[in-house]
């Protein structure tokens, strides 16, 4: 099933950006439950099924503002059904995709208000270049990246957004966090649960102010306990719901300064012997 949609114009700003608002937009459904993922610029737009690592490329230029082609019914009617899924998916852009970029602007226009950036639920595999030239002017307070799938944080995001106070990068796939994050100097509360990470990342423990580390629900098995003794402003961090060793639970009980969120442990068998 083929739907067309016409993304209304809102601002004269909104329509440099092309593919954001203004054109027709071509949909298949078949592609609604796959992520949004964003090329530098808008060059390039597609959703990944990641069960087989399969990219359906939507739209691609070479051009910097990007200007997909203007469909129309007639030429929507003449895509033969037997070129398949593969084909027609190559020549139409899903519904989503046009929702979630005109979401993502909306929000960086309501951020140019309040200085408070939420992105939240936007189906992002990365930030786009976009985003920084819409918040090039603002001084941004907070930033909610959370419910993405968002793999990695570039390191140019601690230099256009450096007087943060609240990071949320909760509900994402992050494994990593670059170390320019420690450029952050206002940045108080940093939350990285429901992620990826094997360890608690260092630059965790270098960031001047901040205050306040929700690091729950991820695999973290190693902590750097004399990294977080040394942490400058730390003052409360959250572990739970991560596989620590009972050998990391006791260095972390050595904390005083700190205050270690943790889920209670449960003794092995093996260990009233």
């Known amino acids: 099933m083929i739907i067309q949609m016409k993304a209304k114009m809102k601002t004269r700003r909104e329509k440099s950006w092309g593919i954001l608002v203004g054109d027709s937009i071509l949909v298949h ?3 609604a439950q796959y992520p949004l993922a964003v090329g530098q610029t808008y060059r390039k737009i597609f959703f990944v099924n990641k069960g087989n690592k399969e990219k359906t490329v939507l739209y691609r230029s070479s051009r910097k503002k990007m200007r ?6 007639e030429e929507v009617q003449q895509i033969p059904q037997e070129q398949g899924e593969r084909n027609v998916a190559m020549a139409v852009c899903v519904q989503l995709a046009g929702r979630a970029i005109i979401r993502v602007v909306s929000r960086c226009e309501e ?43 570039p390191p140019k995001f601690a230099v256009k957004f450096s007087l943060i106070t609240e990071l949320n990068l909760s509900h994402n796939q992050m494994s990593k966090l670059p170390e320019e994050l420690a450029e ?37 098995i190693d902590v750097d306990v004399e990294r977080i003794k040394h942490a400058p402003a730390l003052e409360y961090i959250d572990l739970q719901a991560n596989p620590l060793t ?4 006791d260095l972390l ?21």
């Not at 786009?128 to 799938?149: F, I």
């Not at 206002?186 to 102010?209: D, G, K, M, W, Y």
């Not at 009972?246 to 639970?249: D, I």
Request: proline share 7%; glycine share 0%; net charge negative.
């Open 29 to 31: 459904e078949m592609h």
């Open 111 to 153: 951020a140019q208000d309040n200085c408070n950036l939420d992105l939240s639920e936007c189906q992002l595999m990365q930030i786009p270049d976009a985003v920084y030239h819409l918040m090039r002017h603002t001084e941004l307070k907070r930033c909610d990246l959370s419910g993405n799938v968002i793999t990695k944080i």
């Open 253 to 273: 009980s050595t904390l005083t300064r700190i205050r270690v969120e943790l889920t209670p442990r449960q003794v092995e068998e093996w260990e009233d012997l």
């Open 246 to 249: 009972p050998r990391m639970y």
């Open 184 to 220: 952050l100097q206002a940045l108080e509360r940093l939350n990285i649960s429901h992620n990826t990470f094997i360890a608690l990342p260092p630059v965790t423990c270098q960031i001047p102010q901040l205050k306040r580390l929700l690091a729950n629900n991820n695999s973290i």
């Open 68 to 73: 997909p082609p203007a469909y129309n019914a």
